[in-house]
C-alpha cells in the first residue's frame, strides 16, 4: 500500500521542512507498534510514552508524520455536527452521546495545547452553518431547537447580518454555534511531533506491507523488514479497509480543498475586512469556507469515491476549477488568479456515521473512523485506545464505548454502487452551494 501525497497543501507549505527523517531498514521489535502517525496515532504514543515509560514504543507511517488527513482538513475543532439524522428521540439520545465525545475532543487537545505550550492559531471563533436558500432555514431552526434543548449557545442570522460578519452577501440564513473552534491543524500536529517521549521511535515513509499474529506475538513487514511486537494499535483511519483491519465497517472518501494567498490591503477591504470565521454547509455536499487568522479564504467543495492512495495532478487542476467557481460565487471581487493551493486529502466514513474503537482481538487494537471530526475526535481517541492497550479503563473509555456502533456495510461491488449514488444525489441537492 504506497501512498503519495501531492505536495501543494496550504497548511503544510507555511511551515519550514522537516529533517532527520527516520525510515525502516532493518528488523526491529518493540513492546508497542502504533501504526500510522497523525492525530490518533501520535496521541497513543504519546498517552502510552507517558505511561509505559520502561516499554520501547514504535510509530510507523506510511508517509510523512501527521502530513496525510491530519494536516489537510479545514482546521474545525468540532462541538456540533448538522447532518447526523436526529428524527427520533432513539437518535436524540445518540446524538447527546456524540456531543459528549465531541466535548471531550476539545478537552483533549486544550490540554495539549495548555501542557506543551502550542500555537495553533487557536480562535474559539465558533463556527456558522449556512445556506444561500432561504428554504433551508426550516432545517437550521429545528437544528437550532435541539442545540438549544441540549443548552448549546446558538444564534440564527440572515443575509444583512451574514454579509457584515463574513464579507458575502452569498448566504441568505446560517445558524452561528458559539462552541466552534477554528485552527491551523498543520500546526498542532506537527507539535504532537515534538512532544513525543523519548521512549517513542517514529519511523516515516514505512509502509506496513502485512501483518499477523503468531504465538501471541505481532508479526509484520515493514519496507521489506521484520517487526515484532507484542501489542499493535490501528490508527491509519481512512486506510483500515487497506490493512484488513474492520473491513466493511468503513471507507474513505477523496476530498480536495484550495487556499489563496494572503489578501492584500485593497482585496481584504473589498471584503469588508472580516474577523476570522469559518462556514459548513447546510447540505451535506455544499462547501466549507473558511477565512484564516492570516487573510487567507479556505474553499473545499469536492469530495469522491476514488481509491485514496494517489490524486493526480490533472484531478487536482480539474477540481480546482469548482473551487475557483465558488469562490467567484462568494467573493466577486477577489481576483482570477488568487488561489495559491490546491491539495487532496482523505476522510472515513461510516454508514451510520459512527467512530471505531475497539479491542478488535488479543494485542490488537483500533481507532479511527471519524466521519469529518478527527482533529478531536482523533485525539481524545488516540490517548484512550493507548489506555486500553495497557489494560487500564476510564470512565472516558466507557463514555465512547457507550456511543452507537459502526453498522456493517455491504459487501462490493454494492457498496460502491450506493456510495456513488448518494455523492450524486446529495451533489444535485447542493448545486447551488458549490
Known amino acids: 500500500m504506497k501512498i503519495v501525497n501531492d505536495t501543494n497543501c496550504g497548511w503544510l507549505n507555511q511551515l519550514p521542512k522537516r529533517k532527520n527523517i527516520n525510515v525502516v531498514q532493518e528488523d526491529l521489535k518493540c513492546d508497542y507498534l502504533i501504526v500510522g502517525a497523525g492525530f490518533t496515532g501520535l496521541s497513543a504514543a504519546r498517552q502510552l510514552g507517558k505511561t509505559k515509560k520502561n516499554k520501547k514504543i514504535i510509530v510507523v507511517d506510511a508517509q510523512l508524520a501527521g502530513e496525510g488527513a491530519s494536516s489537510r482538513n479545514s482546521g474545525y475543532l468540532v462541538d456540533t455536527t448538522l447532518n447526523d439524522g436526529f428524527t427520533s428521540n432513539k437518535d436524540y439520545q445518540d446524538y447527546i452521546k456524540k456531543i459528549k465525545i465531541y466535548k471531550q475532543g476539545i478537552n483533549s487537545v486544550k490540554n495539549f495545547i495548555k501542557e506543551h505550550q502550542v500555537d495553533c492559531d487557536w480562535n474559539e471563533c465558533g463556527k456558522y452553518f449556512a445556506s444561500s436558500r432561504l428554504d433551508d ?7 437550532s431547537e435541539l442545540l438549544s434543548k441540549l443548552n448549546h449557545k446558538n444564534e440564527i442570522f ?5 454579509i457584515k460578519k463574513i464579507g458575502t452577501k452569498f448566504y441568505k440564513v446560517a ?3 458559539y462552541g466552534g473552534i477554528l485552527i491551523n491543524p498543520a500546526k498542532l500536529v506537527r507539535s504532537m511531533i515534538k512532544a513525543l517521549p523519548q521512549n ?3 519511523y516515516e515513509n514505512s509502509t506496513l506491507i502485512k501483518w499477523s499474529k503468531q504465538n501471541g506475538k505481532i508479526y509484520t513487514e515493514i519496507n ?4 515484532i511486537a507484542d501489542k499493535i494499535i490501528f490508527c491509519s483511519n481512512g486506510f483500515l479497509n487497506s490493512l484488513d483491519v474492520k473491513k466493511r465497517y468503513n471507507f474513505p472518501l477523496t476530498l480536495t480543498a484550495s487556499m489563496t494567498r ?6 481584504f477591504e473589498s471584503i469588508g475586512q472580516p474577523k476570522e470565521w469559518g462556514i459548513l454547509p447546510v447540505r451535506p455536499m455544499g462547501a466549507t469556507v473558511r477565512m484564516t487568522k492570516d487573510k487567507r479564504i479556505l474553499i473545499r467543495n469536492t469530495v469522491e469515491n476514488k481509491k485514496p492512495y494517489f490524486m493526480n495532478k490533472n484531478d487536482l487542476i480539474n477540481n480546482l476549477k469548482y473551487h475557483k467557481e ?3 460565487k462568494r467573493f466577486p471581487s477577489l481576483p482570477e488568479d488568487i488561489i495559491e493551493n490546491t491539495w487532496s486529502g482523505i476522510v472515513c466514513r461510516s454508514g451510520n456515521g459512527s467512530q471505531i474503537f475497539e479491542k478488535v482481538d488479543d494485542n490488537i487494537y483500533v481507532a479511527g473512523c471519524y466521519n469529518g471530526s478527527g482533529i478531536g475526535v482523533g485525539t481524545f481517541f488516540g490517548e484512550q485506545i493507548a489506555l486500553m492497550a495497557s489494560n487500564q479503563q476510564s470512565d ?4 465512547i464505548e457507550d456511543r452507537i456502533k459502526p453498522n456493517r456495510l455491504p459487501p462490493q461491488p454494492f457498496l460502491n454502487i450506493g456510495i456513488n449514488t448518494r455523492l450524486f444525489y446529495e451533489r444535485l441537492k447542493a448545486n447551488s452551494e458549490i
Open 262 to 267: 494572503q489578501l492584500n490591503k485593497k482585496e
Open 158 to 162: 440572515y443575509q444583512n447580518d451574514l
Open 175 to 177: 445558524l452561528y454555534t
Open 200 to 202: 517513542v521511535n517514529i
Open 137 to 143: 432555514e426550516i432545517k437550521i431552526k429545528e437544528f
Open 396 to 399: 472516558l473509555i466507557k463514555t
Open 224 to 227: 521489506r523488514y521484520n517487526l
Open 326 to 328: 465558488g469562490l467567484k
